[in-house]
């Protein structure tokens, strides 16, 4: 019934709704047309605010007892500069508010206004009032610390600085912190998503997406210029955020000081006058015409009305929700389309950014990159290598890889690390890092988005999205100084960025796409395939829209390299082999005489399908044909998280599952034959170079030497049928002469072309071209 009556109230809309769109569309789109036919853009060069002293502001509405108990702070911090002053703009209050500050505190001038304008047209009177460049517009219910003031002045050094945001905390500190002051945004599928963040992490001017209108410093000629608070937001909320839009468009900066610190009781004046479902449905109602007024992208725009109009679809079924736009709130949106239309002939106006940079900008490392990205080190630059796993242990072979990387370009660059982990007794596995890195941060089980089937986005992409991530990595770029953001992995290729002056690289460990084909290859089962091809085409289609971001593509061989560019010709100038998989050779004595015994060894984590699956298939396929040629041996396979030896056909007796061992030095070099049976996946296998440099005979398939080896007898054998594959095992045992003196090649093969020192060292000097290149073309 509940339903029903929802329904009922709000089905006059819904039947409108098609007009509705259509009138709107026409008009907001009109305007578009005739601005490009007819308006144009009158814009004044930016000018350095005296920032010396300030004007503080402060809009009251019947607020009598709070002012009472908050201004005098503001007064005791104003006072230590003689042109300093406090406005107090009245807003019509019937409290005695008028006589209550003119007899209590007559050192603060007054502005009374006859009735209520509201906050933003309070705000817009006492700016203009104000006597100093600097204006700090607070709220009645706001306290601030004795020093607030200079932190906010230090702020606006640059000509191009619009406002500069206070950290605020609440009067009561057992209260959720709702606003901090360190604000953030997102365009998410049509709908402006905002928070504030708390970061400790953040001690200096930092880039925000706006300045709350309660605790904020401003620029009054920037803030004048952009026409002040807009009166189609009255009666309030989402002012600010208009106007630190509409600031970050007009090319100037919005800054977070963290040292400036206030106090406010949240809603301490709004919530005391209005009820929570008015103040709702202004909030809801604003936020349509914050969209209709700042976004001026076609894309965006048509984006921000089916997301709307499908909200408002589910608000009426579902009910209300926070964030969520419902019917009336797109009707009293649609009451005020002339006060949009107009709003956004003069927003277009004052632009000079599109949207998407708009968004982009207040994100600390894109906010480095546009602003201050003048202290590239091309000699050491300063590294940020982001990986969705952790490194230590190193237990799987991405982790060998991440390692050996940390290490060695330690000697060439200041390295900083962020890592996902699973556990908490990780970071402490980690300290074996902190010798070659500066800093090290993690994210302990990182809640990414659900797998949903009909998404576009493939599962090993939802599963590493997250916010916190991503800010994770903004913040590091900009506090850190960061000039080389290094992605590893595919599933965090969304994080990439469209820097002008930083550079933006990925390590491609493996081509994910091409993994889950060869995956569909080796298993028949249509309950595994049906899935995997819908992942397949996602995953396709979205890796080699992704990789165009990047300006460096790092992949394992050359191989992988020519199958990306038989798919991608343009980005031959950014994918390169031959920069990261390597292993430190001198770190692995090798065993190159003959081997006595008949131990066949196996390396790799079973946490990874594919080494399962390579397994079993030896098993299944392989093992039964060498005991049929009566071949005597036993299996030894070691690797993380093993299954039962039930798990194996025909493993009776023969089959040793060591698990994680810390060294395998001894395996490798007392065992006969190494075997490495992968029939899926893409990339290099560490486990394979590393069993080059000890010099133990190799037998492995086509793919799990893919990149290393394609002459069969080279460096080891190849074969990729069962009969082949034991054939292969069975010849190296008989003939141990023969497989030492190819174990010898595979060493001196490796220590030629897989050596840590020198792969990691061409990728230091890549680095460098890489940002010379980019810093050259940014200067002209």
Aim: hydrophobic share 45%; charged share 25%; net charge neutral.
């Amino acid at each position: 019934m509940i339903v029903l009556r929802r329904v009922l109230r709000q089905l006059p809309i819904l039947l409108l709704s098609p007009l509705l769109v259509v009138l709107e569309l026409t008009a907001l789109f009109g305007t578009d047309l005739l601005w490009k036919l007819f308006g144009r853009k009158t814009l004044a060069p930016d000018r350095k605010p005296r920032n010396e002293s300030a004007s503080v502001v402060i809009p009251n509405w019947n607020g009598k007892d709070l002012l009472a108990r908050y201004l005098p702070s503001v007064i005791a911090a104003m006072s230590a500069h003689p042109e300093n002053e406090v406005i107090v703009v009245d807003n019509g209050s019937s409290d005695g508010s008028v006589e209550f500050v003119k007899s209590q505190f007559p050192q603060v001038k007054l502005v009374t206004l006859a009735e209520n304008l509201g906050f933003g047209g309070g705000s817009n009177r006492g700016f203009r009032e104000a006597s100093n460049d600097i204006v700090i517009l607070l709220n009645s219910d706001m306290r601030v610390a004795p020093d607030f003031l200079a932190p906010l002045l230090k702020g606006f050094e640059q000509a191009d600085v619009f406002a500069v945001s206070c950290q605020i905390f609440f009067s009561d500190p057992g209260k959720n912190r709702e606003e901090t002051g360190l604000t953030q945004a997102h365009w998410l599928r049509g709908v402006l998503a905002l928070r504030h963040r708390i970061d400790e992490e953040v001690k200096d001017l930092f880039p925000c997406f706006y300045g709350g209108g309660g605790s904020c410093a401003f620029d009054r000629r920037k803030f004048l210029s952009l026409g002040g608070f807009d009166d189609l937001l009255r009666p309030f909320y989402l002012e600010d955020t208009d106007m630190g839009y509409q600031a970050w468009k007009r090319g100037w900066r919005v800054l977070y000081q963290p040292q400036s610190k206030v106090w406010h009781e949240h809603r301490g004046t709004i919530g005391k006058k209005f009820s929570q479902g008015y103040i709702d449905s202004i909030v809801r109602k604003n936020y349509v015409l914050f969209a209709w007024k700042n976004i001026h992208s076609p894309g965006m725009l048509l984006e921000h009305f089916v997301a709307s109009y499908a909200s408002g679809l589910i608000s009426m079924l579902l009910g209300d929700a926070p964030g969520r736009v419902n019917f009336p709130g797109l009707f009293r949106a649609a009451l005020q389309i002339a006060g949009a239309c107009s709003a956004r002939w003069q927003a277009r106006s004052r632009a000079v950014i599109t949207d998407q940079e708009a968004f982009r900008r207040p994100l600390g490392g894109y906010y480095r990159d546009r602003f201050e990205a003048r202290d590239i080190d091309l000699q050491k630059p300063r590294v940020l290598m982001v990986s969705p796993y952790g490194l230590a242990p190193a237990s799987h072979g991405g982790a060998v890889f991440m390692q050996l990387a940390v290490r060695e370009l330690s000697k060439h660059a200041e390295v900083h690390l962020i890592a996902l982990i699973d556990e908490e007794w990780e970071k402490q596995a980690h300290q074996e890092l902190s010798d070659f890195t500066a800093s090290m941060q993690f994210i302990v089980r990182m809640s990414g988005q659900p797998r949903m089937s009909f998404s576009l986005l493939p599962g090993a992409v939802t599963e590493f999205a997250g916010e916190d991530l991503e800010w994770l990595i903004q913040r590091t770029i900009y506090i850190r100084r960061i000039d080389v953001l290094q992605i590893e992995y595919t599933n965090l290729g969304q994080y990439a960025c469209d820097f002008q002056r930083l550079l933006c690289a990925i390590f491609e460990h493996d081509i994910y796409f091409q993994s889950i084909a060869r995956q569909m290859r080796s298993n028949a089962s249509l309950l595994f395939r049906i899935p995997a091809m819908l992942e397949y085409l996602k995953s396709m289609h979205w890796e080699l829209m992704m990789l165009h971001r990047f300006d460096l593509v790092q992949v394992c061989t050359e191989a992988n390299q020519q199958y990306l560019l038989s798919l991608m010709p343009e980005l031959r100038e950014s994918v390169r082999a031959g920069l990261r998989a390597a292993i430190r050779v001198d770190e692995f004595p090798a065993n190159l005489d003959p081997r006595d015994g008949s131990t066949i060894l196996f390396v790799g984590g079973f946490r990874h399908q594919p080494n399962l699956e390579a397994l079993q298939w030896f098993f299944d396929e392989v093992v039964p044909i060498l005991k049929a040629h009566n071949v005597q041996f036993k299996v030894l396979a070691i690797g993380v998280d093993p299954p039962p030896v039930y798990a194996f056909a025909h493993s009776d007796g023969i089959l040793e599952l060591a698990g994680f061992r810390g060294s395998i030095a001894e395996d490798m070099q007392s065992a006969s034959v190494f075997i490495c049976p992968i029939l899926s996946g893409s990339g290099v296998r560490v486990k394979l170079l590393e069993a080059f440099a000890y010099g133990i005979p190799v037998v492995s398939t086509q793919v799990g030497a893919e990149g290393l080896a394609t002459s069969d007898g080279e460096y080891c054998r190849l074969a990729d049928r069962a009969q082949d594959f034991a054939g292969a095992v069975e010849a190296l045992l008989k003939d141990r002469a023969s497989a030492a003196e190819m174990g010898k090649r595979a060493h001196a093969y490796v220590q030629r072309d897989w050596d840590a020192k020198k792969v990691i060292a061409r990728l230091a000097e890549e680095y460098r071209r890489q940002l010379e290149k980019k810093t050259t073309s940014s200067c002209r």
